[in-house]
């Protein structure tokens, strides 16, 4: 290989989440994207994707030629290129189930040895019954993983959450190669919601994040961010706890939704201004009845996991009163998006108001094709969080030019711009009043939608080319975080206290 600079994209935290998952949340599907489209403009000398492998326990590279514009996310083709053994969600390996439920190491191996007995006699029944994933391991071909030989000067961009006792081999041998081999390491930072909102997560995470990222305060060479508001958390934090300069780029990520076509077919990105629900090739017989059941009403869509840190309580106290309000001109309000945690307050009031008689829906789990559907014909979308690194559902609804209700705080102003109908998550009755206004007036909510329409909004391709830009540009010291267009990236530096 020649000397010149090669980026390693870390995919590590995409291949362990896809194992036991089989759609990309939200920080996975940042990381797919700006790969889709630095794929297509680089080459193998200049880019390639780099991981933790999790059956051969060490760093190993793939090309990222099959990922390019036109890359459709598959579940069963990514668990095959990358070659790792995936289960379905809710499911358990064996080894897990048996030491859930024995705590002798000579009963877990007789029961061990019964299960998988019993599972082979009735094919594939018991491990069904009980919730165990069979694991099919499969050999890495030498066509599709490499390993790692890193050259001085090389970058390795870690763009997800590599937090974790998992990923703590992987982050010794990156120190190892950097202080060897003279590599310089880059981190993604997508938000601090573990330090800065430690209410809206469970066990011991705040601990485990603070140690992780005090780690990597210690040898990255760059941080990027995703919003101000992101880098200005960080900045608080290492000035707080690490005593080392290092730079922060600001690169704010995209409202861009883009559709798969049909199968086969090319992926296409869908602007609001051209977006046609009745054109698309999508074709409603990929949509499932429930997501098309859920719409057959005027609804307000939620878009994210459901969880305390949405706010999703507060949203149905809010939809109850609209509700005795506007009786049964009350639109649905559809809550789209995986189950999350610290929510018991939610669900005992869905459980005790029948889903508020119906007026209150929950799809689970939506692929791009259904979210699309519901983006595309709702009559606006709510984003009501507590704090957020960014907030992909507020620019996703801008995108196909519908209004947004979001919170005035954290990162969110940042991706809304002018265009956004602002509250207070903190104050029921400013996200009431902004809700009903929108529901009400048919001519302002359009009026909105119409300038919405009107705007050039920030696309995957420039997040992606403001990241190599940051990657590839000699460092710039600014002496504090300052203000930046939403199209560029920006530096800033971070002094010690």
């Not at 165990?132 to 030989?149: C, G, H």
């Amino acid at each position: 290989m020649s000397g010149r600079q090669v980026i390693y994209f870390d995919v590590s935290d995409v291949v362990e989440f896809v194992r036991s998952n089989t759609r990309l949340s939200g920080i996975q599907r940042v990381s797919v994207e700006i790969v889709k489209t630095l794929s297509e403009q680089r080459g193998d000398h200049e880019l390639r994707l780099i991981c933790h492998h999790p059956t051969l326990k060490r760093m190993v590279w793939f090309s990222a030629a099959p990922f390019g514009s036109g890359y459709v996310f598959d579940h069963a083709g990514f668990c095959k290129y990358f070659a790792i053994a995936h289960r379905r969600e809710g499911s358990i390996w064996i080894k897990e189930h048996l030491k859930r439920r024995y705590r002798s190491s000579a009963k877990r191996l007789f029961h061990g040895v019964r299960l998988r007995l019993r599972n082979l006699l009735d094919g594939g029944q018991t491990f069904a019954r009980r919730g165990i994933a069979t694991r099919r391991s499969r050999r890495l071909k030498p066509k599709n993983a490499f390993e790692v030989d890193f050259n001085r000067g090389d970058r390795v961009f870690i763009s997800g959450a590599t937090w974790g006792g998992l990923f703590q081999p992987y982050m010794e041998a990156l120190e190892d190669a950097k202080r060897r081999l003279g590599i310089e390491v880059s981190l993604f930072v997508h938000d601090l919601i573990p330090l800065i909102a430690p209410e809206h997560v469970v066990n011991d995470v705040p601990e485990q994040f603070s140690d992780w990222l005090g780690r990597m305060c210690s040898f990255v060479d760059l941080f990027l961010v995703n919003s101000e508001s992101t880098g200005r958390d960080l900045d608080c934090f290492m000035r707080a706890h690490v005593r080392r300069a290092v730079p922060i780029r600001v690169v704010p990520l995209a409202h861009e939704f883009l559709l798969p076509e049909d199968p086969g077919g090319a992926l296409r990105p869908a602007p609001a201004k051209f977006f046609d629900p009745q054109r698309h090739s999508l074709g409603e017989r990929r949509i499932r009845c429930e997501v098309l059941n859920a719409a057959m009403l005027p609804y307000v869509l939620v878009v994210g996991t459901i969880e305390s840190r949405k706010n999703v309580w507060t949203l149905a106290i809010v939809w109850q009163e609209i509700h005795r309000r506007l009786g049964l001109d009350t639109p649905r309000l559809v809550f789209a998006g995986k189950q999350g945690w610290a929510k018991q307050a939610f669900d005992d009031f869905l459980q005790g108001s029948g889903h508020l008689d119906g007026y209150i829906r929950i799809v689970d789990r939506p692929d791009d094709a259904e979210l699309a559907y519901l983006y595309s014909r709702c009559l606006f979308s709510v984003s009501a969080s507590y704090y957020e690194g960014w907030g992909l559902p507020i620019g996703e609804g801008l995108w196909f030019g519908r209004p947004v209700v979001a919170s005035n705080v954290s990162a969110m102003p940042e991706v809304g711009g002018s265009l956004v109908e602002y509250v207070d998550p903190y104050d029921p009755k400013s996200i009431r009043d902004a809700c009903l206004r929108l529901i009400t007036d048919e001519a302002y909510r359009e009026a909105m939608a119409r300038r919405i329409r009107r705007e050039d909004l920030r696309r995957w391709s420039d997040v992606a080319e403001g990241i190599w830009q940051a990657l590839t540009a000699p460092a710039r010291v600014a002496p504090r975080l300052k203000a930046i267009p939403a199209g560029d990236a920006a530096d800033v530096v971070v002094l010690a206290g």
